[in-house]
């Protein structure tokens, strides 16, 4: 039986484009494209219906939990409140980029414990589809057991490789070196003798890495390579298992990296903001060139959704072409056949977007056929459609 139809929008479908149909959705997935009796509908007319985005890499959570140095939240609040807003700019799956360090407080063992802990008893109460990306610090050599026997749980959903720790010891007597411990809670002389006694470990950190990538290839886990420096780095993620490259620190090492038949992943605030807010690669560049070809929330959700509108702005390429960047080409990537394409049989997760100036507006969001989120204009929409008939999961 047909639960919820979406009518008068142009839906971009695979090797077709925008195309002015219906949807059909039932059970939590797309059941069919065109006209149908089914009563329960949403008015998307003069509207663009999209894929649900897809975003890999996405840590601005982190203001959740703490949203000043040392002013800590719990783990469940932080997630309830970050849910709220992916699905307010048409996020449907979301991999939390979640920092495993030597440091304490934030990225420490105790708030991953937490994190993990609130985001399964969340499992059957949430919406939005939200995943575990393991920032692994190469350091963090006390915690290698724990992290790969959650691997082998099942409890992360993709593994990156980190290295923070020496760019960390360089900053520690800079101006603004205070608030590494101010962000882990501790006093910044502690907080240095806990890098330095981190660092002391270096000689142990490859065989560490090859530990939980052996973990991570065992369970079949996607992983990403972190800030690669040279083609050389990269060249050395990809003999772990790596087949994606996250944030290259220059275009040589994107291009080396695409040559090889990897992924490119690159920040949405980027192309939003214009450049790097750090002076490295442009993501518009590196999209236009053909070496980026995914797009990431990073520290800013709402960039994941302006950021195609954006680039199709600019003539380069199409709104079509631009959207696969947040949608199919992450799924690709992290080995999600069941979404990233608005087709039949493929999980019903959908934005309706008014792409009318001055810059494109979510007006519903739908996660696994439920209508997960609604604007004051989506709710007229769906409630003049269905005066007297409830719309099931809403």
Request: aromatic residues 6%; hydrophobic residues 50%.
């Amino acid at each position: 039986m047909d639960l919820l139809r979406v009518i008068g929008g142009r839906v971009l479908l695979p090797g077709s484009g925008f195309v002015a149909t219906d949807l059909i959705i039932a059970d939590g997935r797309i059941s069919g494209i065109g006209a149908s009796r089914c009563a329960p509908e949403f008015d998307a007319s003069g509207l663009l219906v999209l894929p649900g985005i897809i975003d890999l890499h996405g840590d601005a959570f982190e203001r959740q939990l703490q949203p000043r140095p040392g002013i800590n939240f719990n783990a469940s609040l932080a997630l309830a409140d970050t849910e709220a807003q992916l699905l307010a700019n048409g996020i449907t799956t979301a991999y939390h980029g979640l920092t495993l360090s030597w440091e304490p407080g934030l990225r420490g063992l105790a708030a991953w414990r937490a994190f993990l802990a609130a985001l399964e008893d969340l499992r059957f109460r949430q919406t939005c589809d939200m995943r575990i990306h393991l920032r692994w610090e190469a350091f963090n050599l006390e915690a290698l057991d724990e992290a790969m026997a959650d691997i082998e749980a099942g409890k992360v959903g993709l593994l990156a490789f980190n290295d923070h720790t020496p760019g960390i010891l360089q900053k520690l007597d800079q101006p603004g070196g205070h608030t590494y411990g101010k962000r882990a809670g501790v006093p910044h002389a502690a907080f240095k003798a806990l890098a330095e006694q981190a660092a002391s470990r270096a000689a142990e950190v490859e065989a560490g890495l090859m530990r939980i990538a052996a973990a991570a290839r065992k369970v079949h886990l996607p992983m990403a390579s972190h800030d690669d420096d040279t083609p050389a780095a990269r060249a050395r993620f990809r003999a772990l298992g790596a087949g994606i490259c996250e944030f290259p620190m220059a275009e040589e090492v994107g291009l080396a990296a695409r040559a090889a038949g990897d992924f490119v992943v690159m920040g949405a605030p980027n192309v939003v903001r214009g450049g790097s807010h750090i002076g490295w690669a442009s993501a518009t560049e590196l999209v236009e060139s053909g070496i980026c070809n995914i797009l990431a929330s990073d520290y800013f959700y709402a960039a994941l959704l302006q950021a195609p509108f954006i680039l199709a702005a600019r003539g380069s390429l199409d709104l079509a072409s631009a959207w696969a960047l947040v949608s199919t080409n992450p799924a690709a990537a992290a080995g999600l056949t069941d979404r990233g394409r608005i087709a039949p049989g493929l999980r019903a997760d959908l934005l309706v977007v008014d792409p009318s100036p001055p810059q494109p507006r979510s007006i519903a969001t739908f996660a696994g056929g439920r209508v997960a989120w609604l604007s004051a204009a989506g709710w007229d929409r769906l409630r003049s459609a269905v005066a007297t008939e409830p719309v099931l999961g809403a």
